[in-house]
């Protein structure tokens, strides 16, 4: 069954007879994108009925017609949304229609949501769902955005040493991305000395010194999927507390995955990594959740929060990363790609994950 298919399968459970899709300023790109097969950063989706449609103005003609089969609705200057999509729905007869309300404003809602004059019910997990659980071609994308990732690091390594500041690491990294065709999945962390303990930090001018640990948390977007790894560096010999945390943050994520496979609920693999770092005496240095679902968008779902009370569905890629943050001190995170199959899951990630002295 094709994506639209299975979409309009879906409607009908919903009791809903058309779907209207909102991507502005690339607000909502990933889901057009996953639905329509329209990659740029406006359009509107009109499902009825009787077709397919995308609305979308001149700088995406070209593209529009190139990338989807959805028929081409021309938004013109002038043109008002609201009346482009009332009319196109009552055409076709498509008087119940969903919407998705958490990927809209209230302003655009009352402007022209409100104002179609069918009855509007929010939808929002439709798509969500559908985009949790991957196809095997998905798959084979992150796959390629991982490669293209791990390439990237590992050649960046070569360049790491003491005096290497945060941002020329970061910037080698980058450029080693993009020369091989990817595009950044989200702005680059890179975390040395204390630094390293800021769980999302920003690279800075700070140098490499013997006995940092160096955090790198990056990915790559390659034909609209993404990679997410982290690996955490020494620099030097480790002191024997930095081995200890490293070592307990290793044993968190390699037990998490081990009892990890489809069915397994999120909260649950949360606190296989949660309790063993908390044996450890670090619990209260490991404040976010233990992943999150990885895809079209780098946060694409839901994953292994102590928020998630729900089985993780086969066909799921979710990332796996405990991490344990000493403020003043150092950080260490480790972070791979895991795809959820039946009795177990393939790690999608391949760099090592013992403790590396650069
Ligand atoms: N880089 C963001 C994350 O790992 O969730
Ligand atoms: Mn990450
Ligand atoms: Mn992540």
């Known amino acids: 069954m094709s994506r639209i298919e299975l979409f309009r399968e879906k409607l009908k459970e919903c009791n809903l007879e058309g779907f209207v899709l909102y991507n502005m300023e690339a607000s909502n790109r990933s889901s057009s994108w996953y639905l329509s097969g329209f990659s740029g950063s406006f359009s509107v989706l009109i499902v009825t009925p009787k077709d397919e449609y995308i609305v979308t103005d001149s700088r995406y003609f070209t593209q529009a017609e190139m990338e989807t089969k959805f028929k081409l609705i021309p938004y013109r200057n002038g043109d008002e949304l609201k009346d482009i999509i009332r009319t196109t729905l009552a055409r076709d007869g498509a008087s119940r229609v969903g919407f998705e309300e958490e990927t809209i404003s209230v302003g655009f809602y009352n402007r022209v949501f409100s104002q179609l ?28 955005a991982v490669k293209i990732a791990e390439d990237a690091l590992t050649e960046t390594l070569n360049f790491v040493k003491p005096g290497r500041s945060e941002e020329e690491i970061c910037a080698s990294l980058e450029y080693e991305i993009r020369k091989r065709g990817g595009n950044l999945a989200f702005e680059t962390i890179v975390g040395s000395g204390p630094r390293s303990a800021i769980v999302h930090g920003r690279p800075s001018e700070r140098k490499l010194r013997e006995g940092d640990f160096l955090l790198i948390d990056y990915g790559a977007r390659v034909n609209g999927y993404n990679s997410d790894i982290t690996r955490t560096y020494c620099i030097g010999d480790p002191t024997e507390e930095m081995a200890r945390v490293y070592a307990t943050v290793l044993k968190a994520q390699t037990e998490a995955k081990n009892a990890a496979k489809a069915g397994v609920v999120g909260s649950r693999l949360h606190e296989v990594a949660a309790s063993i770092i908390g044996e450890a005496g670090y619990g209260e240095f490991f404040g976010h959740g233990l992943g999150h679902s990885l895809g079209m968008d780098t946060h694409d779902g839901p994953g292994l929060s102590p928020k998630n009370n729900d089985p993780i569905p086969a066909g799921a890629v ?9 403020p003043g001190k150092f950080g260490v995170r480790i972070e791979d790609d895991c795809y959820f199959c039946e009795n177990e899951i393939e790690v999608l990630t391949n760099l090592d994950r013992e403790l590396k002295i650069l």
Do not use: C, F, N, S
């Open 117 to 144: 004059g069918v009855e509007l019910k929010p939808a929002d997990d439709l798509l969500k769902d559908m985009r949790m659980v991957k196809t095997p071609e998905e798959v084979e994308k992150i796959k390629l």
């Open 318 to 326: 979710i990332t796996i990363e405990p991490g344990i943050y000493l």
